[in-house]
């Protein structure tokens, strides 16, 4: 065969083999959650439960296509099985059926309890024990794609394009009947450059619970994405996306972004607003600087309700009462107050938050490291710009974490507040964050026992200083791995204060519409019901306990065979009387069988399903001291197995079915 035969040949195969990439692409999950329910027990195929399942899944396939969106039920309780399935609105009823069938085997194969989800490119399955249908539960998760990864030139722009997309087009999809609470749009950011968004909302919400719904994904949008050039959220009842490519199927719906209008009649309207313009801003300025003086700081003026005004007013008067223009010559290390530094001298530390100094990606901002003309490390998380979270978590931290002091808190240096940047300044920790270490195969391996068992007990004091000895009482609400920073001597020292919560020095418990914090480290009655205290955090810490004795992940441990949870895993290994098998295999050298066991028992306590089970850190700190060993453990009952992600603004009211049709076993 000849060299231009061989030729033809690959360009003629370059169609398939491009057409057999996207098609890979969207039958891989974007993501599964097995975890959907506290009480989702296991079932085996052939169980009633299993054989209902399996019907519900046959029918969601066959039917779903026929309009895109299908509600049912199967069988009678206690092994009813409610399912539902929502196709892309752009897709055809082929692409519909194939999708559902590949996410129907995937959650056989996949998930072993009673409820779960899965999420694809084309299509969304859901099945539960429980009844969901017309229920708004948020519980957003974005899905991380390596072309999402690329950052875009101008963020501050192109935000403010994304927003008007996105927020016309969820107002199509949430009140327009004809949408099917489904729309797509573009908006063109240049010339050469265009937007291309989409929303979608499961129908057995109503409009106004699609708007919420959506609209809250938009704010882990910002969270997760911005300055990116893509980004996806997906949730039980709404997804969004946006790409700077075309991605969807539908008719072209062309937005135009308002700008400025330019043609023959509009020149004297344009020739006598520039006449206006000096006159006008004049009169702006006069205004702004007595206002300024009379109410000592004034509202600064920015994009949102009057409480963002004025929460950005407090800080803005709070950096001038400590003097926002800080030299770099400012000694971090021995100030007792917060300083302000301003961003020139911020910038300048991280070399312009380059890419070589990003430490990491959290919540709301990235982490650079930055170096002060004297050498002196620090860590600069620089927040979501446009973030309403971000602003909070910016106030959170300045009010909380600025009045505590302890060896195993991360200490706050300073901050940085101008314009649409909010900087916060902290100690440089060496060893970075603790999840990096123990989830790590390699990097465990420096990890002995006692190391470990120093990181734990360093957690604990950081816990029982925040919940009893500090000056205020303190719930952390979002305690995980990442949270937990190493200094150059292992010491474990406890950050990201943005969601912790401020107690009265005789309340117990409270409870929030908003529910935050982190898949796999949430306690039952917060994740289902919204009720937090200071055993929320004990719950935390025990996941966190057992996660660095065995090296593995609370969150996603239920794709091995061993259990759906690590909490499940550890129960089982503990009724069994082989709790041994559960530690790290690096540690069997090193470790104390004693010890270790006893510290599995602890964690296993500190996860019990009722926080009136579970012990104070106080208790806690005291059955890890050096004389612990006389004490005796109480018997630890079962653990949670499986916790929600995020859940707020739950419709418990009765609605009627649509689009529904019930089966016999």
């Known amino acids: 065969m000849d060299k231009s035969t061989i030729s033809s040949m690959f360009f003629l195969l370059i169609p398939f083999l491009i057409l057999s990439k996207f098609k890979s692409l969207a039958e891989v999950p974007l993501f599964a959650d097995c975890s959907d329910s506290t009480d989702a027990r296991n079932y085996t195929l052939n169980s009633p439960f299993g054989k209902n399942l399996n019907l519900l899944l046959q029918n969601l396939t066959s039917i779903t296509p026929l309009t895109g969106f299908y509600n049912i039920y199967v069988g009678e309780n206690p092994n ?203 009169a702006v300025l006069i205004g702004c600087f007595i206002v300024y003086y009379h109410r000592k700081g004034g509202d600064e003026e920015e994009e949102g309700e009057d409480e963002r005004k004025g929460q950005l007013a407090l800080l803005q008067n709070l950096a001038a009462s400590k003097g926002t223009s800080m030299t770099s010559k400012i000694d971090l290390t021995s100030s007792e107050e917060l300083i302000f530094l301003d961003l020139t001298t911020i910038k300048a530390t991280t070399d312009n938050f380059s890419e070589s100094n990003r430490l990491g990606l959290g919540s709301f901002g990235t982490v650079y490291k930055g170096v002060l003309p004297d050498g002196k490390e620090i860590a600069v998380k620089r927040l979501s710009r446009k973030s309403w979270q971000g602003l909070e978590e910016f106030k959170n ?80 609400r979002d305690l995980k791995p990442s949270n937990v920073l190493l200094d150059n001597e292992m010491e474990a020292k406890i950050s990201d204060f943005g969601m912790a919560r401020i107690f009265g020095e005789d309340q117990n418990t409270a409870n929030t519409r908003r529910v935050v914090g982190t898949y796999g480290y949430m306690s039952p009655e917060y994740a289902m019901e919204g009720i937090f205290s200071i055993k929320s955090d004990v719950f935390s810490f025990g996941v966190m306990m057992l996660e660095i004795i065995s090296g593995k992940k609370n969150n996603g441990f239920y794709i091995t065979e061993l259990a759906p949870t690590l909490l499940a895993y550890a129960w089982r290994l503990w009724n069994e009387g082989k709790e041994i098998e559960l530690v790290d295999p690096l540690l069997m050298e090193t470790s104390l069988t004693e010890e270790v066991g006893r510290c599995i028992q602890i964690g296993l306590l500190c996860v019990q399903e009722y926080p009136e089970d579970r012990p104070t850190m106080s208790t806690i700190v005291v059955l890890l001291g050096s004389e612990a060993n006389i004490i005796a453990l109480p018997e630890p009952k079962k653990p949670a197995f499986s916790v929600g992600r995020m859940v707020s603004n739950i419709n418990h009211s009765v609605c009627q079915i649509t689009d529904s049709i019930i089966l016999p076993r």
């Open 397 to 476: 931290e300045i009010k909380l974490i600025a009045k505590l002091q302890h060896r195993n808190l991360v200490r706050l240096l300073g901050c940085g507040f101008e314009g649409e940047e909010k900087l916060l300044i902290y100690e440089f920790m060496h060893n970075q964050s603790l999840d990096l270490l123990i989830f790590d195969s390699e990097r465990r391996k420096q990890l002995a026992w006692n190391t470990r068992y120093n990181i734990i007990c360093g957690i604990a004091k950081g816990l029982l200083y925040l919940h009893e000895d500090s000056r205020l009482k303190i719930i952390h």
């Open 80 to 282: 009813r099985v409610h399912g539902q399935a929502l196709c892309r609105g752009d897709i055809n009823a082929t692409s519909c059926e194939s999708c559902i069938d590949n996410a129907a085997q995937e959650l056989v194969k996949t998930c072993k309890n009673k409820a779960a989800i899965i999420w694809y490119e084309n299509c969304q399955v859901r099945y539960s024990f429980q009844m969901f249908f017309s229920m708004q539960v948020y519980a957003g998760k974005y899905v991380d794609w390596e072309t999402h990864e690329k950052s875009i030139s101008k963020p501050v722009r192109f935000n403010k394009v994304l927003m008007y997309l996105l927020n016309n087009i969820s107002n199509e999809a949430s009140f327009n009947p004809s949408k099917k609470m489904f729309a797509t749009g573009e908006v063109k950011l240049s010339a050469k450059e265009t937007i291309y968004g989409l929303v979608q909302c499961t129908r057995d919400i109503n409009g106004g619970d699609c708007r919420s719904c959506l609209q809250q994904a938009f704010g882990d949008l910002k969270g997760c994405c911005y300055s990116r050039q893509g980004g996806i959220i997906v949730s039980r009842n709404c997804n969004v996306r946006y790409e700077i490519y075309s991605f969807y199927n539908s008719s072209m719906n062309l937005l135009s972004y308002p700008t400025s209008k330019a043609g023959g009649k509009w020149k004297a309207w344009m020739i006598a607003l520039v006449v206006c313009i000096p006159t006008v801003l004049v």
